[in-house]
Every structure is written in C-alpha cells, then in structure tokens.
C-alpha cells in the first residue's frame, strides 16, 4: 500500500513534538512505515521522519522567506494534487478540487 500523508507547512514535522498537530503526523507516519508501508510525507524540506519525504519548502515559514506564505501552501497542495495517482489512499478527485 502507498499512502501520502500531507502535513502543514507552517511548522516542520519531528518525533518526539509536544500534542501538536505536528506531533500527531510525526506519528502516525513514522508508526505506519513502522508497520511496513510505504508513506510519501509532504511537508517542509527540514522535517524529520521514517517516510519518504517530499518537499516544496525547504524550512517552515518562519525560516523560509523565498515566497508568501500564500505561495507556498498553493504549490504544497499543487505538488500533491499532481502526484495523487501514485498512492492507493487519497481523497476522491471531487475533494482535491482547489479552485
């Protein structure tokens, strides 16, 4: 099984945060690829993970000011949307809709 996991990009994603939002994908992720499946994690190019990791972003928007934070999440969902064929778990086409 393929999943994608896409995770905010405001914040980085590492094991061991706090009861974040961040904290939760941490490990939900890395717990899935613990169980032997393939996982894509779509978030900032600094976090920290077990997947596969796919980034737009190099570092959370704090630490990442090459575009507005606007422009940034647009091409974060683009890159997934774009991609979605790849995976066995995604939303339905009609929820990927992003205009």
Not at 7 to 23: D, L, Q
Not at 26 to 45: K, R
Not at 74 to 79: C, G, T
Request: hydrophobic share 45%; with cysteine; charged share 20%.
């Amino acid at each position: 099984m393929r999943i994608a996991m896409l995770a905010p990009i405001a914040r980085r994603i590492a094991p061991g945060a706090s009861a974040s939002v961040e904290g939760y994908i941490s490990a939900l992720t890395d717990g899935l690829v613990h169980q032997g499946i393939h996982v894509s994690l779509f978030a900032t190019g600094d976090s920290q993970t077990q997947a596969q990791l796919v980034a737009v972003c190099s570092a959370d928007f704090g630490r990442d000011s090459l575009a507005p934070a606007e422009i940034r999440e647009a091409l974060h969902l683009l890159e997934v949307s774009a991609r979605a064929e790849e995976f066995d778990l995604r939303c339905p086409p009609e929820q990927r809709n992003l205009t």
